[in-house]
């Protein structure tokens, strides 16, 4: 079954999505296991719940592509960075053939919950590092192509030239 992504120019990206409460309920829990299949399935390496139509505060990840080492965070907070920044073209699995000349820390500190509500704190580098920072930027409405010479500009592609999309959220909220 083929899982189809919300994609720009639609204004829900743009969307600020909400804290996840805790416990699960089971159509998080699903869903959880859907975004994997679907970062999977369009050869990503992460993906918010914002690009399935969820406004919900969690992304999965998996940078190794190998499909076994697969994470989820739920209402992730990045308490630390580096100082040292790289800037790098990004691309998105909601603005495909379009990229952003983004400049990311290359070394944070994740604070989050697991699934089962627990919370954890982590240091991420380089490729996880970005693939975060890119994921919490979908978390609070930010597109990697919004960014200009590494800096973030909302102006870049105007949210007034975004238009509603067919493809409507099955968002709960």
């Given at each position: ?9 639609d ?5 600020v ?10 159509k998080?829990q ?9 970062m ?6 992460g993906?918010a ?17 190998s499909?076994?080492?697969?994470k ?5 907070e ?9 800037r790098d073209n ?30 954890e ?26 960014y ?26």
């Amino acid at each position: 079954m083929y899982i189809e992504l919300v994609k720009y120019p639609d204004v829900f990206l743009r969307s600020v999505s909400k804290t996840v409460p805790f416990p699960l309920d089971e159509k998080t829990q699903r869903l959880i296991k859907w975004m994997y299949k679907a970062m999977y399935q369009h050869h990503g390496i992460g993906l918010a719940a914002i690009q399935v139509g969820y406004q919900k505060r969690m992304f999965v990840m998996d940078c190794t592509r190998s499909q076994t080492n697969e994470k989820v965070f739920i209402n992730p907070e990045i308490v630390e960075r580096s100082e040292e920044t790289i800037r790098d073209n990004e691309g998105c699995l909601s603005s495909p053939g379009k990229t952003g000349d983004v400049s990311r820390h290359i070394r944070i500190i994740l604070k989050y919950q697991d699934e089962n509500g627990k919370e954890e704190k982590k240091t991420f580098y380089n490729l996880e590092a970005r693939c975060i920072q890119h994921e919490m930027d979908h978390l609070d409405g930010k597109l990697c192509i919004d960014y200009e010479k590494g800096n973030y500009s909302r102006d870049k592609h105007k949210s007034q030239t975004m238009v509603e999309s067919d493809f409507r959220t099955k968002s709960d909220t």
